[in-house]
């Protein structure tokens, strides 16, 4: 299995530009998460979703920020519009149920907002 | 708000040596997991604890939940600079409910 697959790696955008971010989970888990690391605050689950459906989506910073689930195989995390302070590694992560078995994590986006 | 606090935020220490890293909270978790995280990487579970006082190793890292199943603590013997690295604690406070992060210990083994 190639693991959870983000992209892009790398993005680099202007304040007030949308960005989307992507995620692809491992196949056969039913729990997604989408997490924020800054040096400030550590890692932040901002959305997760059981079956495609949204959960908890208490950790979202603002209405500036969205996710999808539209499949089991994919889930966008959106910001429209961005701003510096959105600066950060997201990462996403997948596991069966809500796991005591632990996440799987993708390598991240890391998203600088100039 | 439940809150995950570790310690020490970080740790520099040479080739050979042990050392012990802590995870607290005043809530009891329903799990815990430790995780290390290298540079432009994602975090890679080592280990999930479930019984108060379980003990778990892995190699030179042992992992220990507390009775109470509030706290825990990793210790890695006889340190090398591939130890080097983000590590984290993460627990589930609720059967079925999400997981928390602590701030992370950041490890450092010089050679």
């Known amino acids: ?114 | 708000t439940q809150l995950l606090e570790q310690s020490p935020q970080f740790l520099s220490i040479q080739e050979g040596e042990n050392l012990t890293v802590y995870c607290n909270s005043s809530s009891v978790f329903s799990s815990l997991q430790w995780y290390r995280q290298e540079p432009g990487e994602g975090p890679v579970l080592l280990v999930t604890v479930v019984t108060g006082g379980e003990v778990k190793k892995l190699k030179r890292l042992t992992f220990q939940f507390g009775d109470a199943r509030k706290d825990s603590s990793l210790h890695i013997t006889a340190a090398q600079p591939g130890d080097t690295g983000l590590y984290l604690c993460a627990g589930i406070y609720n059967q079925g409910g999400k997981l928390i992060f602590g701030q992370g210990t950041e490890l450092s083994v010089k050679p």
């Open chain 1, 1 to 114: 299995d190639a693991g959870v697959i983000q992209s892009p790696r790398h993005e680099v955008t202007e304040m007030g530009q949308e960005v989307t971010l992507r995620c692809k989970p491992i196949s056969g888990h039913n729990s997604l998460f989408w997490y924020r690391q800054t040096m400030m605050r550590g890692l932040e689950l901002l959305i997760y979703f059981n079956n495609n459906v949204p959960i908890d989506d208490s950790g979202m910073p603002e209405d500036r920020f969205s996710a999808k689930m539209p499949n089991a195989s994919f889930s966008t995390l959106k910001i429209q519009p961005s701003e510096p302070r959105d600066s950060a590694v997201y990462f996403c992560a997948s596991s069966f149920g809500m796991s005591n078995y632990g996440y799987t994590f993708g390598s991240g986006t890391r998203l600088t907002v100039v």
